[in-house]
């Protein structure tokens, strides 16, 4: 019997997203494509959207042994697009080290666009293998906001960085009309375990009972402001070594004294650093505000990037509540 439908011109895990604006002014979907294991959906828009809102997915919540996915997302001039998730991204044991599972990504941000992606964290079963690839070109007046994020495993079965290893590298461009891109940042994260001694304990070791590790990079005018943020709370820590000298009249008076609506949300924060053993930092590299955190729970490190972007709001201000979805 002949299929009535023509044949599909995508490879297995293959996938395209194509966002651009309405006559209306509103950043609509012109493409959505996707084949197993990648799946991809986005809500009915409403007329009052910020930007459009699409779930990155897979099949049975994971990526098993070997599976390979490949999407390609182009967010045309002046259009905005949010990326999410509905949970961790599962890697499931590969059946030998040398089994591995890939996921690339190529993202195109034209002038005055955005992307927005922030998905919950990746989380790599024991003896998993993975590999991640990430690629932003993106237009002089383009803007990104980017979480890339990894726990240590099923810590309620006892895992605890048990994985094979982990390889992920986020890459910026800068591109202009007739001009070759031109690389800002090229970030890697190698995370390897010992697949040969089997020794499962050597990569928790290394971690320092860190049980999630991230990294959030920003670029473009849309989110300037939350890099000024970053860097200013970031210049703000108290520095390695400080000690309180006062005396306990003293901090109890202290305590007494009216404090502003960021004083006041800063010291709170500065204690659940402390409760949650949060550790980060911030630095500007050729125009990308890049910060790298960890915190002891998966729960401690979500509260903490999800309380800093709610503090700094531009976030929900360009993209809409919907784009922080996975960190609340």
């Known amino acids: 019997m002949v299929s009535p439908f023509p044949p599909s011109s995508s490879a297995p895990g293959e996938g395209c997203l194509i966002v651009g604006l309405t006559p209306q002014k509103q950043s609509a979907l ?32 994971g990526l098993v042994g070997g599976d390979q996915v490949h999407l390609t997302i182009t967010v045309n001039p002046n259009s905005k697009l949010s990326i999410v998730t509905q949970g961790h991204t599962k890697i499931f044991k590969s059946p030998s080290p040398d089994v591995v599972t890939r996921q690339t990504l190529h993202v195109t941000i034209g002038d005055n666009a955005a992307l927005c992606l922030l998905p919950d964290p990746v989380q790599p079963f024991a003896e998993s293998v993975y590999e991640q690839s990430q690629i932003f070109t993106v237009s002089e007046t383009g803007s990104l906001c980017l979480l890339d994020w ?117 010291k709170e924060r500065l204690k659940q650093e402390i409760t949650d053993e949060v550790l980060w930092s911030a630095a500007k ?19 903490w990037i999800g309380s800093m972007l709610k503090e700094e709001g531009s976030i929900s201000a360009v993209f809409g509540d919907e784009a922080t979805l996975c960190v609340r």
């Not at 799946?39 to 990155?56: D, E, G, T």
């Not at 590298?169 to 697949?195: H, I, Q, T, Y």
């Open 150 to 266: 990894v726990s240590a495993g099923r810590t309620a079965r006892g895992e605890d960085w048990h994985l094979f290893g982990w390889k992920g590298r986020n890459e910026v461009w800068s591109a202009a009309k007739g001009v070759k891109p031109r690389l800002l940042l090229r970030d890697n994260v190698l995370l390897d375990g010992d697949a040969i001694s089997r020794n499962k304990d050597e990569l928790r070791r290394k971690m320092h009972s860190l049980q999630i590790f991230g990294t959030l990079v920003l670029r473009g005018p849309l989110v300037a402001s939350m890099s000024t943020f970053f860097l200013e709370e970031f210049s703000n820590l108290p520095r390695i070594g400080a000690r309180d000298f006062r005396s306990q009249d003293a901090k109890d008076k202290d305590s007494t004294v009216v404090l502003s609506h960021q004083e006041r949300w800063r």
């Open 285 to 303: 590299v050729r125009g990308c505000t890049v910060i790298k955190f960890g915190a002891h729970t998966v729960e401690g490190g979500r509260t």
């Open 30 to 61: 012109s493409t959505m494509t996707f084949q197993y294991p990648l799946k991809l959906i986005s809500p009915s828009p409403s007329a009052h959207q910020k930007s459009v809102l699409a779930f990155l997915l897979t099949y049975g919540g």
